[in-house]
Each structure stands twice: as C-alpha cells, then as structure tokens.
C-alpha cells in the first residue's frame, strides 16, 4: 500500500529544532519520485494549513509564515520526505501532517505532534 509514515514530533523549546520525516516504504522508487509531497499542520478546531511542499523535480515552496526557517527536501534512495524546522516558536505547535500526490491520488499519514513550550 501506499501508506505515508510521519515520525520525528515532540516537546522543543522556543528557539530549539526538530526534524520531521516522511517515510513512504512499500512503493517503488519510480512511483517515490513521481509523486509531491507536502507538509500540512492543523490546530484543533481550524483548518489543516500547508507548510512547505517538494514537486518531483525538488521545487519547493513555504508558507510565510515558516520561511527561512524550515527546510522540506526528499531523499529518493531512502523514498523519504523530511521537514527541517529551526527557531522554532510556539505558534508552530501543531500536529503536524505529511502528504503525497501522485496523479489525482493524495494520501495522508497519521500526523506527528510537535509541541513547542518552555
């Protein structure tokens, strides 16, 4: 199956780094490298909100708000998306949610808490 596997959330400090990643194991590296990829985060109650997504051809783009601060790139060997995310502030608390669209297929993974407080 195509399932999406996040890992890397938790508790950080304002100022401290995380780095989520994306794991897509069971499918060929050729569906791996067609396929974008984007990071979502949602806070209970709102709408789930794009952060940073990566095409095939690793263009990417963010989301203002986390600019210069966070990092998405792909590692097509390892079939694995990542979320570098630095001075981290506490309005990045969010569960966090990593997609991949391949087509007009999307599918989502569980989500990852990150958590940022003193």
């Known amino acids: 199956q195509a399932q999406v596997v996040e890992s890397g959330g938790g508790l950080v400090q304002p100022g401290g780094s995380l780095r989520l990643s994306c794991a897509v194991p069971r499918i060929i590296t050729s569906t791996f490298i067609g396929s974008q990829y984007a990071w979502y985060r949602q806070l209970p109650g709102l709408q789930r909100e794009l952060v940073a997504s990566?095409?095939?051809?690793?263009?990417?783009n963010y989301a203002d708000s986390v600019k210069d601060r966070f990092t998405i790139s792909r590692d097509n060997t390892k079939k694995t998306v990542y979320l570098q995310m630095n001075n981290l502030k506490p309005e990045d608390t969010a569960v966090y949610y990593c997609?991949?669209?391949?087509?007009?297929?999307?599918?989502w993974g569980q989500g990852t808490q990150v958590t940022v407080s003193s």
């Open positions: 990566i095409t095939g051809r690793s263009n990417t």
């Open positions: 997609s991949r669209q391949f087509g007009s297929q999307v599918y």
